[in-house]
């Protein structure tokens, strides 16, 4: 403090300034007032996050504190939206997201081309078509599995033969083209058929088998005849049989997922169907003009649908090719509907 006379600095225990001799005034003392200082009120964390919860793509059991699904890798603060059509966006993942399978972890990395970056433990292993291996450790052992009914398979374009891949180390894989890579866990005793050319890589656990897809159509263009199967003559099946597993598909654009009531129907483009469940029925459909002739592609279907309908679950990309011979003559099918317009 300082002398209100000559502005001499006085200390605090002077009753009287040193350099002119005025008394001091001091301040009377007052006892401290205790003020009360309320927190402020925290806006409540999403439940998955304060509570635990289910991630709501695989249905899995989620820890506190927890970001992404250890077992799908989906983001949990990104809520689910459902349009009003009734499809849901392939949940989001962070770039970085890691999954775990038995002692083992995979890593999907990258947005635009991704990528499966696996670390085996000892006991696990993972079966993968050969082409799309992108990097292994040189300490991986891999041998090939061998496939049934390989002329059928041969004739539809489908590999004879399976790569496999045992721990330890690191493995990673990639299908070499945009999209989305879609982590499927598989509980025990849960199956679901994958269209053609959709698989990446499968945890040693989950059994593979393929079925025939009962959809074709033949075209006619003079004497000549062509068979058509517009989702493949063949379809993978996928099966936990006894113990969780999870399956890696990868597919074009986006992913949309919609689960069908029991009845309800839904018609789709074929080369857009990704995974259906086994319970989910299939059929096609025909769509042409209402004309005995036309400059379209003559006296067959214009437009050909997949017939898909319940109860179950169904997952198409937003991209697809066209159907080979869809503006041809259809002169035979397997069993289809059809509409003139």
């Not at 006085?10 to 005025?22: E, L, T, V």
């Not at 670390?119 to 082409?131: G, M, N, Q, R």
Request: aromatic share 10%.
């Amino acid at each position: 403090m300082f002398c209100a006379n000559c502005g001499s600095q006085i200390r605090d225990d002077q009753n009287f300034c040193a350099g002119c001799g005025s008394p001091v005034k001091h301040a009377p003392v007052t006892e401290p007032v205790t003020v009360a200082v309320t927190p402020p009120v925290q806006p409540p964390a999403p439940d998955v996050q304060s509570s635990g919860g289910k991630c709501s793509w695989c249905g899995s059991s989620i820890a506190r504190g927890m970001t992404s699904c250890p077992r799908c890798g989906a983001a949990l603060s990104m809520p689910e939206e459902i349009s009003k059509s009734g499809w849901a966006q392939l949940p989001g993942r962070k770039d970085m997201a890691k999954l775990q399978f038995g002692n083992s972890f995979c890593q999907i990395e990258g947005a635009y081309v991704p990528v499966a970056d696996m670390k085996l433990a000892s006991e696990d292993s993972v079966y993968f078509t050969h082409h799309v291996l992108l990097w292994k450790d040189p300490q991986i052992n891999i041998t090939t599995m061998s496939m049934k009914g390989g002329w059928k398979r041969l004739f539809a374009g489908l590999p004879l033969i399976m790569t496999q891949a045992q721990g330890p180390g690191h493995i990673a894989f990639s299908k070499d083209d945009p999209g989305e890579l879609i982590p499927v866990p598989l509980q025990a005793g849960q199956a679901i058929d994958v269209r053609e050319h959709m698989f990446l890589v499968a945890t040693g656990n989950v059994q593979y088998d393929w079925l025939n897809t009962g959809i074709w159509f033949t075209t006619q263009n003079g004497n000549d005849s062509e068979t058509h199967y517009p989702i493949g003559m063949l379809m993978d099946r996928f099966t936990a049989p006894s113990a969780p597993g999870l399956l890696l598909l990868h597919a074009g654009g986006n992913i949309f997922v919609r689960e069908l009531r029991e009845g309800e129907a839904i018609l789709v483009k074929p080369k857009a169907l990704v995974f259906k469940d086994p319970s989910v029925q299939m059929q096609l459909h025909f769509e042409h003009p209402n004309a005995g002739f036309s400059l379209w592609g003559g006296w067959g279907g214009r437009y050909v649908w997949l017939l898909l309908y319940g109860p179950g679950r169904v997952a198409i990309q937003s991209v697809f090719e066209p159907v080979e011979g869809e503006g041809g003559r259809i002169t035979n099918s397997s069993y289809a509907t059809r509409q003139q317009w």
